[in-house]
């Protein structure tokens, strides 16, 4: 490990180490206090929900399943909370009350009632011990948010006694959340608790200046993690739909009762939406970058028909660091970018310079993705380089990933965007072209890639290239693969020694060549999709600088 990696290292580890502590010291001593605090004797409003809802959900929890985060738990008639869970990503969905949504599909008394009894177990089992999986600062932000915006399904036809058991809950949960917000990172579970913070306090009965102060605090949060062009600052396209799936709620509830609302949340609102419309494919689906999953049609068309801004997407959001190639139905995004700050890319990518590619209704090209619920090694692999479609040297990753005791996840460190320019050359098509360093210090190369797309939309130039600068020659062999993952929809076919044909489903088609090699086709999977993994294919461009150390390629669509 480099002096450089093990002071960041360091460094983080002792921030985290901090932020641990006050956490777990704020949690105690809450359980510690007596609880004086007036209870509000009734929620004024539930805010809506704008997440898909699915009846099979729903008839499932009524037999006493629960199929979440890609498993099933059997309670056998007991309460979820008091069997074993086969993993923590269900333990994590079922604390959250998420799935309380489902239910809405049905909203019969019997459904209501069953579900004041688990909101009852969970009280009795987990209400007054502030710790473990069910207090996680993402799972009772979520939580929070489900109780308030749910309340209608939870209490129907709930006599006194439990409304009172579960106002009370509610009210030290969001004691909980007020108090351990400072010792969080500047991530979007700290933007969700302050959303949730600010939705309880237009929820439940208080005073005007509290309303006030939690709508203050949404903005500075907003402020500091809402880029200017929209995107938020983990540089996940996802993360923007889920945001907007929480504040859309909270600012219409705030309007409904009257509230001024937070100076901030209707602009950053307007400036997220252009960033939404920048990452969206052809086909709908959201770009698969840093930590980005499948997005489920239903929410996006749920959120986008509020858009209000309109216009086309931009060519590039200049402070998240992407770009955008389109052309008569063709896009093409491609990340320039490079991971953050050590507490900001615990979940970003190794993905520099790689793009993903759409026409018509149609992913052609696309990266990995990021699996949903899977086992940690699933989760390291699907951000590694290699599950990008970009170029890897050594089969190492662009980023260097460091795990540590205080880091859940990897800590991404190594590359930097060196140069990134946007030109027309005098036919009219659209050029990218950008280096980075990230093989730089451990292998003694530059990757550089150009991109280029015709302004009707049907012929793509790329143009991958590994250097070492002056002073760095002579540097070892190494072993470079260019790889372009096929979304699993699109079936490949070998036209001829240098050509693959794709072809998706409606019968669109694209030629890929490489003049003067020979790409393979190779299986892949795919971590993205709503069913979770799925066997793709991937084609492959395997060169050795510095004897061969650039590679020229070309996308046709076959008219």
């Known amino acids: 490990m480099q002096l450089a990696d093990r002071r960041t290292l360091m460094s983080f580890g002792l921030r985290e180490a901090c932020r641990r502590f006050y956490r777990r010291t704020a949690g105690l001593r809450l359980a510690l206090t007596p609880f004086s605090s007036h209870v509000p ?42 069997v074993e869970h086969p993993s923590r990503a269900l333990s994590e969905r079922l604390h959250s009350f998420a799935w309380l949504r489902h239910i809405r599909a049905q909203r019969t008394e019997p459904a209501c009632a069953r579900c004041r009894s688990i909101v009852a177990s969970w009280i009795a089992l987990h209400g ?51 108090r ?49 062009d929209g995107a938020h600052v983990s540089r996940n396209p996802r993360a923007i739909l889920d945001l907007l799936l929480d504040l859309l709620p909270l600012r219409q509830t705030y309007i409904n009762l009257g509230h001024d609302v937070p100076s901030k949340l209707i602009p950053t609102i307007d400036r997220m939406y252009p960033a939404l419309r920048f990452f969206r494919h052809q086909d709908g689906d959201l ?48 990340d320039t970018g490079v991971p953050l700050r050590a507490e900001l890319s615990q979940r970003a990518h190794a993905g520099c310079l790689s793009f993903e590619m ?21 989760r390291r692999v699907a951000r590694s380089t290699a599950a990008h479609s970009t170029v890897t040297v050594d089969e190492t990753s662009s980023s260097r990933m460091i795990r540590s005791y205080f880091c859940r996840a990897s800590i991404l460190a190594g590359a930097t965007v060196i140069e990134v320019e946007r030109s027309n050359d005098q036919h009219g098509n659209d050029w ?26 049907n012929k793509i130039k790329g143009h991958d290239m590994l250097s070492s600068p002056e002073g760095l020659r002579g540097q070892r062999p190494v072993e470079a693969v260019a790889r372009f993952h096929i979304h699993p929809s699109i079936t490949l076919s070998r036209q001829d020694e240098e050509t693959v044909l794709m072809v998706a489903a409606d019968g669109e088609a694209w030629t890929f060549s490489a003049p003067g090699l020979t790409p393979t086709i190779e299986e892949d999977i795919f971590f993205a999709d709503a069913s979770g993994f799925r066997s793709s294919q991937q084609i492959v461009i395997a060169f050795s600088p510095p004897e061969v150390s650039e590679i020229r390629w070309m996308l046709k669509r076959m008219e």
Request: aromatic share 8%.
């Open 128 to 178: 007054r011990r502030p710790w473990g999986v069910g207090w996680e600062p993402n799972v009772v932000a979520e939580r929070v948010i489900a109780w308030l915006s749910h309340s209608t399904v939870v209490l129907q036809g709930a006599e006194a006694g439990f409304y009172r058991r579960f106002m009370k809950s509610l009210t030290y949960q969001v004691r909980y959340l007020r």
């Open 41 to 82: 004797d009734r929620l004024l409003v539930a805010p809506s929900d704008l997440r898909a809802v699915d009846p099979f959900v729903a008839e499932e929890i009524g037999f006493g399943r629960f199929p979440l985060a890609g498993t099933s738990l059997d309670t056998q008639g007991l309460s979820p909370f008091a």
């Open 287 to 334: 770009a698969l970058f840093n930590g980005a999953t499948s997005t489920p049609a239903s929410e996006l068309m749920s959120v986008l028909r509020y858009d209000e801004t309109g216009g086309q997407p931009s060519k590039s959001l200049p402070h998240a660091r992407y770009h955008r190639l389109s052309a008569s139905g063709t896009t093409i995004i491609v």
């Open 358 to 378: 759409s026409s018509g209704r149609n992913r052609f090209i696309v990266n990995s993705g990021s699996p949903k619920f899977a086992a940690r090694e699933f």
């Open 432 to 457: 990218l072209r950008s280096v980075h360093d990230g093989y730089l210090s451990g292998l003694g190369y530059v990757h550089e890639r150009q991109i280029g797309l015709n302004n009707s939309g």
């Open 180 to 228: 351990i917000v400072r010792g969080l990172p500047e991530d979007e579970t700290r933007l969700r608790i302050r959303i949730a913070l600010a939705m309880a306090s237009v929820s439940m009965p208080t005073r005007n200046a509290f309303i006030k102060r939690e709508g203050k605090r949404l903005d500075r949060e907003l402020e500091r993690q809402i880029l200017a």
